[in-house]
């Protein structure tokens, strides 16, 4: 039995998330391009790849390094290389494998051509649209224009279109997900229409989160998914409707170490154990807790500092010192960004797993 606390991951559940989403890419003819920053463990990668997927996202150059050391062959850093180190690593890897860089500005598009020609080569670049998470992404009205400017650069080839939407309506977040994800999948092909009309050569139109991606792939025109939490699933994804929590194949398991009151517990997981960036409470999914503890589904993990967390329970729970609990913890992927491992339980066998790609954030 692993100490804890630490991350387990139930292997035939997540193999079950992989074939869904491989089902709805091929059902909707869609290239399928998860993205690593939910799980950044190499082999769980290959399992995609061996399901289907075209290749993979990741959001640094880090962690494409990482991938491409194990044999991923086909990466896409959703993400804007701007500092001249990271596009010269960049210009490497993609001398070695097949990369497609993100940009979302002239003046980045500019630094990513200049130091691919000093090495003669040719960078294969997407450009980001803000379709309204105001975020990273040139602005709708603007891409056509800055798209133009791209297209003129020496040594990179704008070869596609990309955006991250998540369940976003008119600037808000929204449970309408098949709205979201239609209108996401409708605004990027149009937006991609625009732009072969100018003469440039769009190939890929790449949408989709987990949310989203199962709608979006769903409109004509639209190439590409980059799905990443529902490998796992979460507290956040089920309350959206995306799964129910027996498709979550991630849970913390903690220990009670304190009952100072008949009123809480406390477990051996805080801070450094759980993510804390989907806060309870907060519109449109209103979670209760940071966690949906399966021994004791109506208690509350209400707070944490950094070792502790502690847990509002109700006159009838009998949590007591030395028992082991487990928690689907609301937002997965940075949660797993804590662990330095994760174990993988395939009925009676248990797994300790590298997080390899963890901490790559440069």
Not at 39 to 61: N, R
Not at 107 to 119: C, D, M, Q
Not at 274 to 293: C, E, K, R, W, Y
Request: aromatic letters at 4%; one cysteine or more; charged letters at 25%.
């Amino acid at each position: 039995m692993p100490e804890t606390p630490c991350l387990l991951i139930d292997v035939p559940t997540m193999n079950a998330n992989i074939s869904a989403m491989a089902e709805v890419a091929k059902r909707n003819r869609v290239a399928w391009r998860p993205h690593a920053k939910t799980h950044k463990i190499p082999d769980i990668a290959k399992a995609q790849l061996m399901a289907g997927a075209s290749g993979i996202t990741v959001a640094k150059i880090s962690e494409a390094e990482v991938m491409a050391e194990h044999g991923i062959e086909d990466i896409f850093v959703a993400y804007p290389l701007v500092v001249e180190a990271k596009i010269e690593r960049a210009v490497r890897l993609s001398q070695r494998i097949r990369l497609i860089v993100g940009t979302d500005s002239f003046e980045g598009a500019r630094r990513l051509s200049e130091t691919a020609g000093r090495h003669d080569h040719v960078l294969q670049v997407r450009l980001e649209i803000d379709t309204g998470m105001k975020r990273t992404g040139v602005e709708y009205d603007k891409a056509v224009e800055l798209a133009l400017l791209i297209h003129g650069l020496p040594n990179v080839r704008l070869s596609g279109i990309f955006t991250f939407r998540g369940a976003m309506l008119d600037g808000k977040p929204t449970l309408d997900l098949e709205k979201a994800g239609k209108e996401e999948g409708e605004l990027m092909v149009r937006l991609a229409e625009a732009m072969r009309a100018e003469g440039i050569p769009i190939a890929d139109v790449s949408v989709g989160s987990t949310p989203t991606g199962a709608y979006a792939a769903e409109v004509k025109g639209v190439t590409e998914i980059r799905p990443g939490t529902f490998v796992f699933n979460d507290r956040m994804q089920a309350k959206f409707g995306v799964c129910s929590l027996d498709d979550c194949a991630a849970v913390i398991q903690a220990t009670v170490v304190s009952r100072p009151s008949e009123r809480h517990a406390v477990i051996d997981g805080g801070s450094k154990t759980f993510a804390t960036d989907v806060q309870p409470h907060t519109s449109p999914l209103n979670l209760v807790g940071f966690g949906h503890i399966l021994e004791a589904p109506d208690a509350v993990l209400e707070r944490f500092s950094e070792e502790h967390g502690i847990i509002r329970l109700e006159p009838h729970h009998t949590l007591a010192v030395g028992d082991i609990v487990h928690i689907i913890p609301n937002h997965v992927c940075s949660t797993l960004n804590l662990h330095n491992y994760v174990y993988l339980v395939d009925g009676p066998s248990i797994e300790k797993v590298a997080v390899q790609a963890r901490g790559m954030l440069e």
